[in-house]
């Protein structure tokens, strides 16, 4: 919802709504709920939480700022829910797909833990993707991470992308095809489940084979961990270029 991110790989976050419900190992300690319960609100069941019309006029300010500054903006939605959430106002999405619609200048980056959903509640006038969206799907293990990759890629993009963060165990073989971009990080905080940095190679390692761009984002930890991986910086992102419209 901020303007400013701690998240490397995007410029801000936008949120339609806030709230959401666990339901796989990543989402075990999930930041949301912690800041949610922190600052006294009970959003992780269910109620969700409507939010300003402050709130929903930051795209259109950071899309004019983007025009004026002939740059692209990147934005995540949502870090304090999941857009594709069954749980969700439908007319609240509605209303993001406009906002989407209506700020040709950004970037839209949509990750989710709801893959089966993407395809069923992306407008119907979708096509081949809309050029200004990027769709991700969250890969923390092989159990409840592989079976999303696949839903991802029956849903046109103009860019696909996985979130393997919190990286959980060693993913073994992945098949990338049709797959852009693919973000790795540990978990970090109280409670956090280490990763093993071989785990994290290898998957380096099957971008590099299959020309998927890798961004690692850190090692995880007590605190924020360690942002190289084998003494290397890795912050590369999708090429634009020729990606499907
Ligand atoms: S899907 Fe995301 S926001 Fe929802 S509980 Fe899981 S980690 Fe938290």
Redesign the pocket.
């Known amino acids: 919802m901020s303007e400013i991110t701690g998240i490397d790989w995007t410029d801000s976050t936008f949120n339609p709504w806030w709230g959401?419900?666990?339901?796989?190992p990543?989402?075990d300690n999930?930041?949301?709920?912690a800041l949610d319960h922190r600052t006294g609100g009970d959003h992780?069941n269910g109620n969700l939480k409507t939010l300003s019309e402050n709130n929903w006029s930051k795209p259109f300010t950071w899309n004019r700022k983007a025009a004026k500054a002939g740059i692209r903006h990147k934005v995540f939605s949502g870090s304090?829910?999941?857009v594709f959430?069954n749980a969700a106002d439908p007319a609240l999405r509605e209303r993001l797909f406009e906002t989407i619609r209506n700020t040709p200048n950004i970037d839209w980056q949509l990750l989710?833990?709801?893959a089966p959903n993407i395809k069923k509640m992306l407008p119907a006038d979708w096509g081949n993707g809309w050029p200004n969206v990027w769709l991700g799907v969250?890969c923390e293990d092989v159990k409840h991470g592989l079976h999303r990759i696949e839903h991802l890629r029956q849903v046109p993009a103009k860019v696909r992308f996985l979130s393997i963060e919190p990286l959980l165990e060693d993913l073994g073989e992945l098949n990338l095809t049709g797959i852009d971009w693919v973000i790795v990080g540990g978990e970090s905080g109280p409670g956090y489940r280490p990763m093993k940095p071989e785990w994290a190679e290898s998957i380096r390692a099957q971008c590099d084979q299959q020309g998927v761009a890798f961004f690692f984002k850190q090692g995880g930890g007590l605190r924020h961990g360690i942002k190289t991986l084998n003494g290397q910086t890795y912050k590369v992102f999708p090429s634009l270029e020729g990606a499907a419209a």
């Open positions: 959401c419900t666990k339901v796989s990543a989402c999930c930041y949301a709920a992780w304090m829910c999941d959430d989710t833990k709801r969250t």
